[in-house]
């Protein structure tokens, strides 16, 4: 079993939280300079649309460990070992099913009608093989190069590999919940900025 981790990030949405801060501080620096009086009082708002942006489109990201899967959202990462996976699903995302509940990604949403009709010959092919249904029949959110696909088939190649290794012939669950870390300073930059951004415009 390969020993490393890999990490999954959309492109797209890493493409759109860099646009959006960006211009966030495009707007500080032009308002600062051409009417610093007018500008101040947006600056909390901006920077709340900024960290916005951060959080739900740039750090989220889809963890696979040697001792399992992080989920790693916008405001909570949860921690899933091997031994708890039991379906790996991508109806609306990348959706892990286990003993304690379902726990779904953000940053592996299943792709849209549009995207899904543009599909490529190959796109359903050489998936690892629990990816297939009856027929070798493919859902649309399990395709390559979607998101929930390309995520799906990381985790389900790590999965398999722990299956072959006879890692799961006895799967035990050491806790009666995941592991869930909040994010807690982004819970708190959110909060605070949202409080000073109703203050500088209210006041």
Do not use: K
Not at 61 to 75: F, H, K, S, Y
Not at 151 to 164: G, I, K, M, S, T
């Amino acid at each position: 079993m390969v020993a490393d981790v890999v990490v999954f990030r959309p492109g797209f949405g890493r493409g759109l939280a860099v646009g959006v801060v960006v211009l966030c501080v495009v707007g500080a620096v032009t308002g600062l300079v051409s009417d610093a009086a007018t500008t101040l009082p947006y600056l909390p708002l901006l920077a709340l649309v900024a960290v916005g942006a951060w959080a739900a489109y740039w750090r989220p990201a889809v963890i696979v460990t040697p001792a399992g899967v992080e989920l790693r959202n916008v405001l909570r990462t949860v921690e899933i070992p091997w031994p708890a996976v039991q379906e790996v699903g991508t109806q609306y995302a990348l959706t892990l099913r286990t003993p304690y509940g379902s726990y779904a990604a953000w940053a592996a949403p299943a792709p849209s009608a549009v995207r899904t009709g543009r599909a490529q010959a190959g796109d359903d092919r050489n998936l690892p093989s629990s990816t297939y249904g009856s027929g070798g029949s493919v859902r649309p959110g399990d395709l390559a190069r979607t998101d929930s696909g390309d995520a799906a088939a990381l985790v389900r190649r790590r999965w398999e590999e722990a299956r072959d290794a006879g890692l799961l012939d006895d799967p035990r669950l050491e806790h009666e919940r995941p592991r869930v870390r909040w994010h807690t300073g982004t819970i708190a930059a959110v909060a605070i900025l949202l409080v000073a951004s109703v203050g500088a415009l209210v006041l």
